[in-house]
């Protein structure tokens, strides 16, 4: 079985600043692992992914996330925030040639203020 | 990308009545969904794993009674939930990957369904 942890429930900054949303799982097979972000009343919209070769991977909207397997972690960043990336980020997990089913963490408030 | 669409919005039903939830996916053939409920301020959990042309596979302590799932096709997946009450109320949030164009391992969410019993 897989875990997800997000260390951080809200995580409040202020435009153009950086931004690191942590992430950290536990499983005792391979996984892929994605970030996701959910707008109000919304459905989720795929970030970005990591299924294997390089460990920094690039996704939309300016953001990145860093797989590192020594200290199973998948931490999301973003050089510069904007009013509108203001929402609910999840970090998820799937195992390796399983059912495709995602294990969620239990989500980050990300609130870019002025 | 693929598009899941997720029909209602939103509903209000009195409670003792069933809602039923439709997922399609748009533009692929999902030969499995799954259904996600999410309550407020917290994480989605997995509900179940709906399989086209067999039964549902539901995870530990889901009610596969008053959750009734049927994927008749390979582009519609139905979530019922019978007799509803107000712990119900709930956003119901359904996915489905495409494994037509080498994408597996990426869930297409819908738009959720937000389901308030009254």
């Known amino acids: 079985a897989q875990s997800v942890t997000q260390l951080d429930s809200q995580v409040p900054v202020f435009e153009e600043a950086p931004v690191e949303l942590r992430c950290n799982y536990s499983?005792?097979?391979?996984?892929?692992l994605f970030w996701y972000v959910q707008y109000p009343n919304q459905g989720l919209q795929l970030l970005l992914k990591y299924l294997s070769g390089s460990t920094l991977v690039k996704g939309i909207n300016g953001f990145e996330a860093e797989f590192n397997k020594s200290q199973t972690s998948f931490h999301l960043r973003k050089p510069s925030v904007h009013i509108s990336d203001t929402a609910e980020y999840f970090c998820?997990?799937?195992?390796?040639?399983?059912?495709?089913?995602?294990?969620f963490g239990k989500g980050t408030k990300l609130t870019v203020n002025p | 990308g693929a598009v899941v669409s997720q029909h209602p919005s939103w509903v209000i039903c009195k409670s003792g009545t069933s809602v039923k939830i439709e997922c399609r996916s748009l533009?692929?053939?999902?030969?499995?969904m799954f259904w996600y409920r999410q309550f407020p301020k917290q994480s989605l959990m997995l509900m179940a794993t709906?399989?086209?042309?067999?039964?549902?596979?539901?995870e530990q302590g889901v009610e596969k009674d008053k959750f009734l799932i049927n994927h008749a096709s390979l582009t519609l997946s139905t979530l019922t939930v019978t007799s509803a009450h107000p712990e119900d109320s709930s956003f119901y949030i359904c996915?489905?990957?495409?494994?037509?164009?080498?994408?597996?391992?990426?869930?297409?969410f819908g738009q959720g369904t937000r389901l308030t019993v009254v």
């Open positions: 499983s005792s097979v391979s996984v892929y």
């Open positions: 533009d692929f053939q999902a030969t499995t």
């Open positions: 996915s489905a990957t495409d494994p037509g164009q080498g994408r597996q391992t990426e869930a297409f």
């Open positions: 998820a997990v799937s195992e390796q040639g399983g059912s495709e089913k995602l294990v």
């Open positions: 709906s399989n086209e042309g067999s039964k549902a596979t539901y």
